[in-house]
């Protein structure tokens, strides 16, 4: 976890289902900085695991994905 | 060569006992996530749009949950909002049912960077004309 204890910015979608999670990450990764990493709280698997990272992936940015409870994420993203 | 998909979803009736509203404005929410599947540039880009009787659907201070136990449209239009989805509804149709444009529901005070936007008919008939896909609900 290279960017853990890193973050510019915490996202909470704790509690938010599908497409909520990964629709609000973009948002906030479009307020983000080139180079600045966001942490985001989210216990929805769907998109902790696949949708956000897949997001990530795509567009080049770097994610780190962290199991940090039962069935809790905390989701690093650097944005390139 | 990037190509964006417009996508209408036009309410024109209210729930009824039915999720319609809430289903237009999720659906329109999960357009936004598809570009994970698609191919790079390409992009899906939602409007919903409340016409006719569809417009009091947008009604604030819903009890949805007081009276029956359930979120209400009001709750999935402020989490759009949230979403920065575009929300128009059918000026001519508000006034048709007496409702006040300073009724509509507001997701301010959740963070949303973006309003419910109260515009004439054409402005509305000219976003369906310029969808490549308009679904009804």
Redesign the interface.
Known sequence: MAMKGQENSTLDVLGRV???P???T??ALEKLGSGQVIKVKCDAPASAEE?IP??CE?QGYTCEVEKVGDGAWDIYIKKA | MAKTTKMAFLVQRLGYKSENPKLALTHAIASQTVDIYLEDGDAVVPVVAFVGEGVLNCKNNQKAMETYGITSTENHLQNALLCDLKILVCKEDLARFGVAEADMPDASAMGADTTVQVVPWETIHAELKGADHLLFF
Do not use: A, E, G, I
Request: hydrophobic share 35%; proline share 8%; glycine share 0%.
């Open positions: 599908c497409p909520y990964l629709v609000l973009k948002k949708s897949k997001f795509k």
